[in-house]
């Protein structure tokens, strides 16, 4: 095993919500990606230099065409033996439509009862899809701190 198969990434993600549901992205269906084909939260690698606020607020504008509002807040860390994602939280200010999916097969907001059940259903996709088991748990302690 190289030195790259252990590298551990740090990751920051939002954990976008409105009307009690949560926007999540329907990872794109290829093998090569973590989580292909499950539901995740929006976000990515933090670059060198960068903070975890200024690399949430990065990969959203990039994803969803989003601007973050200006206070959003720390939710927690979450490490793993591949990652250390960073996890912030904050509402979603703007309808569904508002937004553009630069990345991911779909996008959609969950509701808590498809969090629990971890699946939900994918117009694109035709098919109920998992949610990412990591991005379940977040979102169910995210729930039951609420």
Known sequence: MNSHDTKVHHVAIAILYRDNKFLMQLR???????????WAFFGGHIEPGETPEVAVRREIIEEISYTLPEKIYEFGRYDSETAVRHVFHSPLEVELDKLVLGEGWDIGLVTPEEIRNGKRYSTVAAEERPLGDVHQRILMDFMNRS
């Open 28 to 38: 794109d269906n290829i093998p090569t990606i973590p989580y292909p084909g499950y």
